[in-house]
């Protein structure tokens, strides 16, 4: 399975404010995607990070809010903007490695005040 | 779009006892149906999977069964263990090759009482 790593790991930010989450796998991977979990509740896709061209966005979640940068096959980046308390939840990146398996990274654990 | 809907939402029994998780799902085109397990504060764990040219796989103490024309596979844990305390999510994918995104159940809260 691929070795994901998250930065950061949590963070506590303020209203209106933006935060970059950091995903790094150590191989390369076609399919990257970011999650969202709210407490108790299942995963939420946001959007499938495309490398070269833009991300496409699920339902309920937009690129002006949720901007995402894949430069390489092995890094991605998920921006939260413009943050409210709503946003404060766990974001997640997941790849699909070699084999076919999805798997997670850490996670970040968002908290706005 | 697909759609998994998962059962129960929580379930408690006795260790020792087996434990079972179902899910359906509604795109007949699904190929693929991982299952993961989520401890408090960890990320999701990938712990078995199924794909559609089989019926059932087994690996330890769990094992999961697919019946694709009724649209349904289930997570059994046998011979339970306080380290299986956790939640549970079932997902489904069309694709074999993975350039499709997973439709994930709601998840199963499962505690099992020593």
């Known amino acids: 399975s691929a070795v994901i790593s998250q930065k950061p790991s949590r963070d506590i930010c303020q209203r209106g404010t933006s935060l970059t989450i950091q995903c790094q796998v150590d191989?390369?991977?076609?399919?990257m995607f970011w999650y969202r979990q709210q407490p108790g509740q299942s995963l939420t896709l946001i959007a499938t990070a495309n490398q070269g061209s833009e991300a496409t966005y699920e339902s309920g979640f937009v690129i002006d809010k949720f901007p995402i940068s894949r430069p390489n096959l092995t890094f991605s980046t998920l921006t939260v903007s413009n943050m409210s308390p709503e946003d404060s939840s766990i974001y997640l990146c997941s790849v699909v490695s070699s084999d076919k398996k999805q798997f997670f990274g850490p996670g970040t654990r968002l908290t706005v005040l | 779009g697909e759609n998994v809907e998962q059962h129960p939402s929580t379930l408690s029994v006795q260790e020792g006892d087996s434990a079972v998780i179902k899910c359906t799902y509604s795109?007949?085109?699904?190929?693929?149906f991982p299952w993961y397990k989520q401890e408090l504060g960890k990320r999701p764990q990938l712990i078995i999977d199924?794909?559609?040219?089989?019926g059932e796989k087994k690996d330890q103490r769990i094992a999961v069964t697919l019946n694709k024309t009724a649209k349904h596979f289930s997570l059994h844990i046998t011979e339970t263990q306080p380290e299986d305390s956790a939640v549970y999510f079932c997902?489904?994918?069309?694709?074999?090759?993975?350039?499709?995104?997973?439709?994930f159940g709601t998840g199963t809260r499962l505690t099992i009482i020593p």
């Open positions: 997902a489904a994918r069309r694709s074999n090759f993975g350039n499709e995104k997973l439709t």
């Open positions: 191989s390369q991977v076609t399919m």
């Open positions: 795109d007949s085109a699904s190929n693929y």
């Open positions: 199924i794909r559609s040219n089989v």
